[in-house]
Structure formats: structure tokens, C-alpha cells
């Protein structure tokens, strides 16, 4: 069960980019929450998968000395699930705020890089992804933002 939940049901364990996988996947669970509850349900949820998360990733890594296996999945979803609540829930800010993780969840830039590389144990592995989902979903609605400006959109 522990192995489920860590691979987002499985989506982890596809053999090529499974981050980009996982991310994907999160972000179509994330669409449906939005659509059928509110934003303030997607941030909840966030925070509870986010808890539950740092505690299975511990258990885990314990139980195999391995930190942040590539087929744990589980930190792309709820981190891109925080770039959605804090950019908003039109089509097109959803996609920009995929895309914008992927982008800050594999160059790691600034201080995700810090954290991926210095905070071991389950919060290292969810924070990093915290903190990109938080830099997307900002991107994502400074991008949206200046694209209504300009009537771009």
C-alpha cells in the first residue's frame, strides 16, 4: 500500500520520466478537485497529502536506505497541486502552472535546489516540490496576468 501511494498509484513506476508522469498525473486529479469542489478543497487536500507524505516518505526511506527513489511521485503531485491553488483554475493557468513546475522542478534553481540537495528524510523530498509548485503557480499568474493586460487572452 505504501508502495501505491508513493507511486501516485503505480504512475511513478513508468520507466521514462516519471516525474513529468507523476506531474501529469497530479495535475489531472488536481483539474477534477477544482472542478468539482473549490480551490480551498485543492489547498486542503495539499496540506494533508503534503503531512501524510513527509511521514510514508520517512517510514519508507527507512525501511530502505534509499533517499527520494525516482519512482516516488508523490511530491510532483502535491507540489504541482500548490502551483494550481495559487494561480487560478482557467485552462490555460493550469497548463502554464504544469509546464512552470516541470521547468522549476528540473533545473531546480535557487533555493529548491538547496533544499533538494541539503533536507534529507521525507520533508526533503516534498519540500523541494513545495517550494517550485509555489515559484509556478506565481509564474503562472504573473504570465496570465500580463497576457490579460495585453489582451492576450
Not at 520507466?15 to 477544482?34: C, E, H, K, M
Not at 540537495?117 to 515559484?135: P, T
Amino acid at each position: 500500500m505504501q508502495r501505491v501511494f508513493l507511486t501516485f498509484f503505480g504512475v511513478g513506476l513508468i520507466p521514462f520520466a516519471p516525474g513529468t508522469w507523476g506531474s501529469v498525473a497530479g495535475a489531472v486529479v488536481g483539474y477534477y478537485i477544482l472542478y468539482f469542489f473549490s480551490s480551498t478543497t485543492l489547498f486542503l487536500a495539499t496540506i494533508l497529502l503534503t503531512a501524510v507524505s513527509v511521514s510514508v516518505i520517512n517510514d519508507y526511506e527507512a525501511k530502505t536506505g534509499e533517499h527520494d527513489h525516482k519512482s516516488i511521485v508523490i511530491d510532483e503531485v502535491a507540489g504541482v497541486w500548490i502551483a494550481f491553488v495559487l494561480s487560478g483554475a482557467t485552462l490555460l493557468q493550469l497548463i502554464l502552472s504544469l509546464a512552470f513546475f516541470r521547468v522549476f522542478d528540473i533545473l531546480k534553481p535557487s533555493i529548491i535546489g538547496r533544499i533538494d540537495r541539503d533536507v534529507k528524510g521525507g520533508l526533503g523530498v516534498m519540500a523541494d516540490d513545495i517550494v517550485a509548485g509555489i515559484m509556478a503557480g506565481i509564474a503562472s499568474a504573473m504570465v496570465y496576468g500580463v497576457a490579460l493586460k495585453f489582451n492576450l487572452v
